[in-house]
Nanobody, 114 residues
């Protein structure tokens, strides 16, 4: 299983950014997919997830500012983030869960300047 994340870059505070993750298999294969992030010196934590059934979950820190979506035909999930803050600066990782197996993309860096 390969997950290819893209969309990172430099954005000003208050701006928006859309991250995408393309998967080598049907995204409906997986029990859950989502995005995690890891800021320098911090642990990796959940940003948003979506289950096979379409149930979504957001971290409190991004709730109301992030939307996770998927395109089943393109085997892609996306994360649209708005009203970005400097504390959103992190490497964002695409994640897929199948039973107890975790799959990770390579990460894409989002830097939010103040």
């Amino acid at each position: 299983v390969q997950l290819q994340a893209s969309g990172g870059g430099l954005v000003q505070a208050g701006g928006s950014r859309r991250l995408s993750c393309t998967v080598s298999e049907s995204i409906l294969t997986f029990d859950r997919m989502g995005w995690y992030r890891q800021a320098s010196g911090n642990q990796r934590g959940l940003v948003a997830s979506i289950t096979r059934a379409g149930r979504v979950n957001y971290a409190d820190s991004v709730n109301g500012r992030a939307i996770i979506s998927r395109d089943n035909a393109k085997d892609t999930i996306s994360l649209q983030m708005s009203s970005l803050k400097p504390e959103d600066t992190a490497v964002y990782f695409c994640h897929a869960l199948l039973h107890s197996n975790n799959y990770w993309g390579q990460g894409t860096l989002v830097t939010v300047s103040s």
